[in-house]
T-cell receptor
Protein backbone atom coordinates (compact mmCIF):
# COMPACT_ATOMS: atom_id res chain seq x y z
CA UNK A 1 0.00 0.00 0.00
CA UNK A 2 0.87 3.66 -0.06
CA UNK A 3 3.31 5.08 2.49
CA UNK A 4 3.60 8.82 3.02
CA UNK A 5 6.44 10.34 4.99
CA UNK A 6 6.40 13.94 6.17
CA UNK A 7 9.13 16.23 7.47
CA UNK A 8 9.76 18.02 9.69
CA UNK A 9 7.55 16.92 12.56
CA UNK A 10 7.79 20.34 14.17
CA UNK A 11 8.67 23.69 12.65
CA UNK A 12 8.98 27.11 14.24
CA UNK A 13 9.11 30.13 12.00
CA UNK A 14 9.34 33.84 12.71
CA UNK A 15 6.24 35.74 11.67
CA UNK A 16 6.63 37.01 8.14
CA UNK A 17 9.11 34.34 7.13
CA UNK A 18 8.35 31.34 4.91
CA UNK A 19 7.63 27.78 5.98
CA UNK A 20 8.23 24.66 3.92
CA UNK A 21 6.93 21.19 4.68
CA UNK A 22 7.98 18.19 2.60
CA UNK A 23 6.37 14.83 1.91
CA UNK A 24 7.39 11.76 -0.01
CA UNK A 25 5.16 8.96 -1.24
CA UNK A 26 5.84 5.42 -2.34
CA UNK A 27 3.06 4.45 -4.74
CA UNK A 28 3.64 5.67 -8.28
CA UNK A 29 -0.11 5.26 -8.91
CA UNK A 30 -0.88 8.13 -6.55
CA UNK A 31 -1.98 11.19 -8.49
CA UNK A 32 -3.81 13.41 -6.02
CA UNK A 33 -2.06 15.20 -3.17
CA UNK A 34 -4.06 17.36 -0.75
CA UNK A 35 -2.79 19.31 2.22
CA UNK A 36 -4.86 19.69 5.37
CA UNK A 37 -4.62 22.12 8.25
CA UNK A 38 -5.83 20.92 11.62
CA UNK A 39 -6.19 23.10 14.67
CA UNK A 40 -6.28 21.49 18.10
CA UNK A 41 -9.40 19.34 18.55
CA UNK A 42 -10.83 20.46 15.23
CA UNK A 43 -11.48 18.75 11.95
CA UNK A 44 -8.85 18.79 9.19
CA UNK A 45 -9.51 21.50 6.63
CA UNK A 46 -8.31 21.25 3.05
CA UNK A 47 -6.06 24.18 2.24
CA UNK A 48 -4.70 23.24 -1.16
CA UNK A 49 -4.36 20.21 -3.39
CA UNK A 50 -2.52 19.25 -6.54
CA UNK A 51 -3.00 16.64 -9.21
CA UNK A 52 -0.18 14.82 -10.91
CA UNK A 53 -0.74 16.57 -14.22
CA UNK A 54 0.70 19.83 -12.87
CA UNK A 55 3.95 20.62 -11.11
CA UNK A 56 2.91 23.60 -9.05
CA UNK A 57 -0.21 25.27 -7.74
CA UNK A 58 -0.54 28.51 -5.85
CA UNK A 59 -3.31 30.11 -3.82
CA UNK A 60 -2.35 33.45 -2.33
CA UNK A 61 0.29 32.76 0.35
CA UNK A 62 0.14 29.00 -0.08
CA UNK A 63 1.75 26.95 -2.82
CA UNK A 64 2.35 23.28 -3.44
CA UNK A 65 4.99 21.75 -5.71
CA UNK A 66 5.08 18.21 -6.99
CA UNK A 67 7.98 16.19 -8.36
CA UNK A 68 6.52 12.98 -9.77
CA UNK A 69 9.87 11.53 -10.70
CA UNK A 70 11.22 11.84 -7.20
CA UNK A 71 7.80 11.14 -5.65
CA UNK A 72 7.81 14.12 -3.39
CA UNK A 73 5.66 17.19 -2.90
CA UNK A 74 6.00 20.23 -0.71
CA UNK A 75 3.87 22.89 0.92
CA UNK A 76 5.14 26.45 0.94
CA UNK A 77 3.61 29.15 3.11
CA UNK A 78 4.94 32.66 2.59
CA UNK A 79 4.55 35.73 4.79
CA UNK A 80 3.51 33.55 7.70
CA UNK A 81 1.04 34.87 10.25
CA UNK A 82 0.20 33.71 13.80
CA UNK A 83 -3.05 32.16 12.56
CA UNK A 84 -1.01 29.82 10.39
CA UNK A 85 0.01 27.98 13.56
CA UNK A 86 -1.54 24.50 13.37
CA UNK A 87 -0.74 20.93 12.44
CA UNK A 88 -0.43 20.34 8.72
CA UNK A 89 -0.94 16.96 7.09
CA UNK A 90 -0.07 15.93 3.58
CA UNK A 91 -1.87 13.05 1.95
CA UNK A 92 -1.82 10.97 -1.20
CA UNK A 93 -4.48 9.15 -3.14
CA UNK A 94 -4.93 7.49 -6.50
CA UNK A 95 -7.74 7.95 -9.00
CA UNK A 96 -7.54 11.71 -8.47
CA UNK A 97 -8.84 11.51 -4.94
CA UNK A 98 -11.55 8.97 -5.52
CA UNK A 99 -9.66 6.37 -3.57
CA UNK A 100 -8.74 6.39 0.10
CA UNK A 101 -6.26 8.95 1.35
CA UNK A 102 -3.07 8.00 3.09
CA UNK A 103 -1.90 10.72 5.44
CA UNK A 104 1.55 11.83 6.39
CA UNK A 105 2.58 12.01 10.04
CA UNK A 106 1.92 15.71 10.39
CA UNK A 107 3.95 18.86 11.01
CA UNK A 108 3.27 21.10 13.96
CA UNK A 109 3.91 24.62 12.69
CA UNK A 110 4.39 27.41 15.20
CA UNK A 111 4.61 31.00 14.06
CA UNK A 112 6.58 33.14 16.47
CA UNK A 113 5.20 36.70 16.70
CA UNK B 1 -18.14 23.12 0.86
CA UNK B 2 -20.12 20.07 1.86
CA UNK B 3 -21.04 19.64 5.53
CA UNK B 4 -20.40 16.52 7.54
CA UNK B 5 -21.90 16.39 11.01
CA UNK B 6 -20.44 14.08 13.64
CA UNK B 7 -21.90 13.35 17.07
CA UNK B 8 -21.17 13.23 19.88
CA UNK B 9 -18.15 15.51 20.06
CA UNK B 10 -17.02 14.06 23.36
CA UNK B 11 -17.79 10.84 25.20
CA UNK B 12 -16.62 9.60 28.56
CA UNK B 13 -17.60 6.04 29.36
CA UNK B 14 -16.78 3.20 31.68
CA UNK B 15 -14.71 0.27 30.55
CA UNK B 16 -16.83 -2.48 29.03
CA UNK B 17 -19.57 -0.26 27.66
CA UNK B 18 -20.30 0.36 23.98
CA UNK B 19 -20.25 3.74 22.35
CA UNK B 20 -21.92 4.75 19.09
CA UNK B 21 -20.65 7.61 16.96
CA UNK B 22 -22.74 9.05 14.14
CA UNK B 23 -21.57 10.69 10.98
CA UNK B 24 -24.05 12.45 8.72
CA UNK B 25 -23.65 14.17 5.39
CA UNK B 26 -26.02 17.12 5.61
CA UNK B 27 -26.24 18.46 2.10
CA UNK B 28 -25.09 15.66 -0.13
CA UNK B 29 -25.30 11.92 -0.49
CA UNK B 30 -22.20 10.08 0.56
CA UNK B 31 -21.88 6.66 -0.95
CA UNK B 32 -18.55 6.28 0.78
CA UNK B 33 -17.49 7.33 4.25
CA UNK B 34 -14.17 6.79 5.97
CA UNK B 35 -13.46 6.35 9.66
CA UNK B 36 -10.15 7.51 11.07
CA UNK B 37 -8.54 7.28 14.44
CA UNK B 38 -6.09 9.86 15.70
CA UNK B 39 -3.93 9.58 18.79
CA UNK B 40 -2.56 12.76 20.38
CA UNK B 41 0.04 14.44 18.22
CA UNK B 42 -0.18 11.70 15.63
CA UNK B 43 -1.56 11.31 12.15
CA UNK B 44 -4.97 10.15 11.02
CA UNK B 45 -5.01 6.39 10.65
CA UNK B 46 -7.68 4.95 8.41
CA UNK B 47 -9.70 2.31 10.23
CA UNK B 48 -12.27 1.37 7.66
CA UNK B 49 -14.08 2.37 4.51
CA UNK B 50 -17.83 2.32 4.69
CA UNK B 51 -19.93 1.89 1.58
CA UNK B 52 -23.67 2.42 1.67
CA UNK B 53 -25.57 -0.83 1.61
CA UNK B 54 -22.56 -3.10 1.89
CA UNK B 55 -20.09 -4.32 4.47
CA UNK B 56 -17.30 -2.05 5.54
CA UNK B 57 -13.75 -2.70 4.44
CA UNK B 58 -11.40 -2.71 7.39
CA UNK B 59 -7.72 -1.83 7.32
CA UNK B 60 -5.20 -4.35 8.45
CA UNK B 61 -5.03 -4.66 12.21
CA UNK B 62 -8.48 -3.18 12.88
CA UNK B 63 -10.86 -5.58 14.62
CA UNK B 64 -14.15 -5.56 12.76
CA UNK B 65 -15.99 -7.15 15.67
CA UNK B 66 -14.82 -4.40 17.98
CA UNK B 67 -15.40 -1.47 15.67
CA UNK B 68 -18.80 -2.05 14.11
CA UNK B 69 -19.62 0.11 11.15
CA UNK B 70 -23.06 0.55 9.68
CA UNK B 71 -23.79 2.62 6.59
CA UNK B 72 -27.48 2.04 6.15
CA UNK B 73 -28.30 5.17 4.20
CA UNK B 74 -26.64 7.61 1.84
CA UNK B 75 -26.41 10.21 4.58
CA UNK B 76 -25.55 8.26 7.72
CA UNK B 77 -22.72 6.04 8.85
CA UNK B 78 -22.19 4.89 12.42
CA UNK B 79 -19.18 3.54 14.25
CA UNK B 80 -19.82 1.52 17.39
CA UNK B 81 -16.91 0.83 19.70
CA UNK B 82 -17.99 -2.34 21.48
CA UNK B 83 -16.82 -3.22 24.98
CA UNK B 84 -14.59 -0.19 25.08
CA UNK B 85 -11.36 -0.28 27.05
CA UNK B 86 -8.95 2.49 28.05
CA UNK B 87 -6.70 1.72 25.08
CA UNK B 88 -9.62 2.62 22.81
CA UNK B 89 -9.47 6.19 24.07
CA UNK B 90 -8.73 8.31 21.05
CA UNK B 91 -10.05 10.95 18.68
CA UNK B 92 -12.30 9.33 16.09
CA UNK B 93 -13.14 11.26 12.96
CA UNK B 94 -15.24 10.43 9.96
CA UNK B 95 -15.08 11.77 6.46
CA UNK B 96 -17.38 11.56 3.49
CA UNK B 97 -16.37 11.46 -0.11
CA UNK B 98 -17.95 13.67 -2.70
CA UNK B 99 -17.81 12.48 -6.26
CA UNK B 100 -18.10 14.48 -9.37
CA UNK B 101 -17.39 18.02 -10.36
CA UNK B 102 -15.96 19.47 -7.17
CA UNK B 103 -12.23 19.56 -6.71
CA UNK B 104 -12.51 18.87 -3.03
CA UNK B 105 -12.95 15.17 -2.53
CA UNK B 106 -13.15 14.60 1.16
CA UNK B 107 -15.02 16.42 3.90
CA UNK B 108 -14.41 15.70 7.56
CA UNK B 109 -16.68 15.55 10.52
CA UNK B 110 -15.74 17.48 13.64
CA UNK B 111 -14.48 14.40 15.44
CA UNK B 112 -15.35 12.55 18.63
CA UNK B 113 -13.02 12.46 21.60
CA UNK B 114 -13.57 9.14 23.34
CA UNK B 115 -12.27 8.67 26.86
CA UNK B 116 -12.68 5.25 28.43
CA UNK B 117 -12.22 5.12 32.17
Amino acid sequence: GENVEQHPSTLSVQEGDSAVIKCTYSDSASNYFPWYKQELGKRPQLIIDIRSNVGEKKDQRIAVTLNKTAKHFSLHITETQPEDSAVYFCAASSNFGNEKLTFGTGTRLTIIP
Amino acid sequence: GAVVSQHPSRVICKSGTSVKIECRSLDFQATTMFWYRQFPKQSLMLMATSNEGSKATYEQGVEKDKFLINHASLTLSTLTVTSAHPEDSSFYICSARVRGGTNEKLFFGSGTQLSVL
